[in-house]
């Protein structure tokens, strides 16, 4: 049996604007083709039926079997009699498309810098601090009590005071995302969520039994970048706040899950009165405002300061709380699998007490080094802000190059551009790239039912080599692929991080 069924109209969302200049069939073909390897089509679910399909799209049954039979001779549907067309991944019998250009797969599906300089240092003095924690269990749910205080040192370096007993350190953001979701919501609660976003968010959330309430969040175009383009006083934060306001008034949802600083994928920054007046709304509804700042402290120029979210919202008694996400991983690496919540301390209570149900402790080697770092924070964060700013502008100059019609916007910190590439194939892109040697996410990734198709993620993490290679293999892919069937990439070279 197939764990889930996508009905007609839900595959038609999910499949946006899929109709090209050529076969009818061989682009909805294509189209489901990538909502599988995107995971937006979870294996194992039932496709719909034919006849259903056709019907829907106004298409002939003749169409969409000739689509079907398709996805089937490549593995990626398999028909099951009294279960229908299921999705599957190819297995190891699928031929990858031959790369061009020999110099190995470029990922761009991640948004992440490398180590920061000082980060062996730490990590040998972590080493040798080691053997003070071994005649312990190792087993640490909460976190070690000079890396909380560090944590919490750091909130307080950034205007908002707080205590040690106000952290609880996760394996990672991530965790700490799925945690506030699994304790502070349930099933058929809503959930308020800026689209585009965070892709692993919307899953945390939905596996929560969320129902999403999106809001969105806009890229403004910097000056001179292209036929779009508009002048610095023209810009705005990115957040339509009456809409918010609206929206969170009239569906009254259990959590509101936002990025304020350097938002992904969009790179917007809310204004201190945007803040103020979210959290005013989300007070008055009893919705629990939960800030993720994984990217807050990646500033490259941008003008004012911005406190953490938190700061911005005058408390009452029975107001509901913010809860703050903050991580390592952007900042420092990575591999350092270490990220925190902050929060008022009977929720980090409830948290402490839900978080066994999945991990028992967090790495206390991760721990040991990440406390060495947090002390130097300052000079880490000057480090990243020369390598991004000259990350973005390898992005400006090469898109400005290859592509001078697309829509670069004011990127002033964070880890990617959220550019407008001018048409409704950001998935024919994206999957045409893999057999140029690129994995490049999609828009719709970063949304839901298929939208964002306009858009496409382009990180400034990379190096002036890679980002060049890259943008000249998404060149000759949008002069090629976009016209011709595209070849079926090997789906173990898909990466699942975004």
Do not use: C
Not at 22 to 31: E, M, S, V
Not at 100 to 108: A, H, P, Q, T, W
Not at 467 to 492: E, Q
């Amino acid at each position: 049996m197939a764990d889930a069924q996508l009905t007609a109209r839900s595959l038609d969302a999910l499949l946006g604007e899929w109709r090209g200049d050529g076969a009818h069939y061989q682009a909805l073909a294509d189209r489901i083709r990538l909502l599988v390897l995107d995971g937006r089509i979870p294996i194992d679910t039932r496709l719909p039926a034919e006849r259903d399909l056709a019907a829907h799209l106004a298409l002939s049954r003749t169409t969409v079997t000739a689509a079907y039979r398709e996805l089937r001779e490549a593995g990626f549907v398999d028909s099951v009699r009294g279960s229908g067309s299921l999705a599957r991944l190819p297995g190891p019998v699928l031929t990858a498309a031959p790369p061009i250009g020999g110099d190995g797969m470029l990922d761009f599906t991640k948004a992440a810098l490398p180590a920061a300089a000082s980060l062996p240092a730490a990590a040998r003095a972590a080493a040798e601090e080691l053997p003070h924690f071994l005649p312990d269990s190792g087993y640490d749910p909460v976190g070690l009590p000079h890396l909380r205080e560090a944590i919490a040192a750091r909130y307080r370096e950034r205007g908002l005071p707080t205590e040690a007993g106000q952290i609880l350190v996760t394996v990672g953001a991530q965790q700490a995302i799925a945690l506030i979701a699994r304790t502070f919501l349930g099933r058929g609660d809503r959930a308020l969520v800026e689209m585009p976003t965070y892709p692993h968010a919307i899953e945390s959330l939905r596996l929560a039994g969320a129902r999403l309430v999106p809001v969105t969040v806009t890229a403004a175009p910097a000056a001179g970048a292209g036929p779009h383009a508009v002048g610095d006083d023209e810009l705005s934060d990115g957040w339509d706040v009456e809409a918010v306001e609206e929206s969170i008034r009239r569906t009254n949802p259990a959590l509101a899950y936002l990025i304020p600083d350097f938002h992904n994928p969009t790179g917007a920054s809310m204004s201190p009165e945007t803040r103020i007046r979210i959290l005013a709304a989300a007070a008055s509804q009893g919705t629990i405002v939960v800030g993720d700042e994984t990217t807050a402290e990646l500033d490259i120029d941008r003008v004012g300061e911005r406190l953490p979210i938190a700061a911005y919202g005058v408390r009452e008694a029975g107001d509901a709380p913010v809860i703050l996400i903050g991580s390592a991983s952007k900042s420092l690496w990575g591999g350092l699998r270490i990220g925190w919540i902050r929060a008022e301390r009977p929720l980090i209570r409830k948290l402490i007490a839900a978080k066994p149900a999945t991990d028992l402790g967090t790495p206390i080697l991760e721990q040991l080094v990440v406390a060495r770092m947090l002390p130097q924070m300052r000079e880490i964060l000057e480090e990243r802000r020369v390598q991004l700013r000259a990350g973005r502008e390898s992005v400006r100059r090469l898109l400005a190059s290859h592509f001078p019609d697309w829509t670069v916007p004011e990127l002033r910190g964070g880890l990617a551009a959220w550019v407008g590439i001018g048409a409704p194939v950001s998935s024919a892109l994206a999957l045409g790239a893999r057999s140029h040697n690129l994995l490049i996410a999609a828009g719709p990734r970063f949304g839901l039912d298929g939208a964002f198709e306009r858009f496409l993620r382009i990180p400034i993490t990379y190096s002036e080599d890679e980002t060049a290679r890259a943008l000249a293999a998404l060149a000759r892919t949008w002069s090629t692929s976009l016209h011709a069937p595209i070849p079926y990439p090997d789906p173990a070279s898909l990466a699942d991080v975004v």
